[in-house]
């Protein structure tokens, strides 16, 4: 079984730019959940979709957004980039429901903000 | 509110017991986890608590929780190099579908 990929792994933007990241969950899987990794902040939830509907979000500004697709394939957009969003991005797939729902993670996009 | 904590580095040597903590502090926290994640890579799950367990021992891995103080611990032992990394513990709650996740510790293992 294929693991979680995510596309592209790195990427440089500048200031002011909207960056695109998208994330294919294991087959099967209907829950994807994205987080932001910065050195000292540890993995902070920006939101996780399941069945092509946001079930839950975390504290970030309006400029993070994501979507699913029908194939459970996610993408999550941040829009007039700053310095500050630079970071290790990671999605995580899982079933989505049940007691027990362990999350797979994805290797991460690394973005760079000049 | 819902907060995760950890130290963010430990040293130890090879051969020695390893003892990473965390403190949550959402008591409907009802499983917790331990992953790991190593350089250039995504996090791998070394193993989980339900909320109603003290202990759980997995090989060289034992995990410690003290749902009365909100602690949860990790302890690797016969730390080898190959155990150097970066250790998050995360709590959810049943139903919720949402992990929060600790700081992470950086385990640095000294040959």
């Known amino acids: 079984k294929a693991g979680v990929t995510q596309t592209p792994r790195y990427l440089i933007k500048t200031r002011g730019q909207q960056v695109t990241l998208s994330c294919s969950p294991i087959?099967?899987?209907?829950?994807v959940s994205w987080y932001q990794q910065t050195p000292g902040q540890g993995l902070q939830f920006l939101f996780e979709y399941f069945s092509e509907t946001q079930r839950n979000k975390g504290n970030f500004p309006g400029r993070f957004s994501g979507r699913q697709f029908s194939n459970s394939r996610s993408e999550m957009n941040v829009s007039t980039l700053e310095l500050g969003d630079s970071a290790l991005y990671l999605c995580a797939s899982s079933l989505g429901q049940g007691e027990h729902n362990e999350q797979f993670f994805g290797p991460g996009t690394r973005l760079t903000v000049l | 509110g819902e907060d995760v904590e950890q130290s963010l580095f430990l040293s130890v040597r090879e051969g020695d017991s390893s003892v990473i903590n965390c403190t949550y502090t959402d008591s409907s926290s009802t499983y917790l986890y331990w992953y790991k994640q190593e350089p250039g890579a995504g996090l791998q799950l070394l193993t989980y608590?339900?909320?109603?367990?003290d202990m759980k021992q997995d090989q060289r891995l034992t995990v410690l929780l003290n749902k009365k103080d909100k602690h949860l611990s990790l302890r690797i032992a016969d730390t080898q190099t190959g155990d150097s990394a970066i250790y998050f513990c995360?709590?959810?709650?049943?139903?919720?579908?949402?992990?929060?996740f600790g700081t992470g510790t950086r385990l640095k293992v000294l040959a």
């Open positions: 995360a709590e959810t709650t049943s139903g919720t579908y949402k992990y929060i």
């Open positions: 087959s099967g899987h209907r829950s």
């Open positions: 608590i339900f909320s109603n367990m």
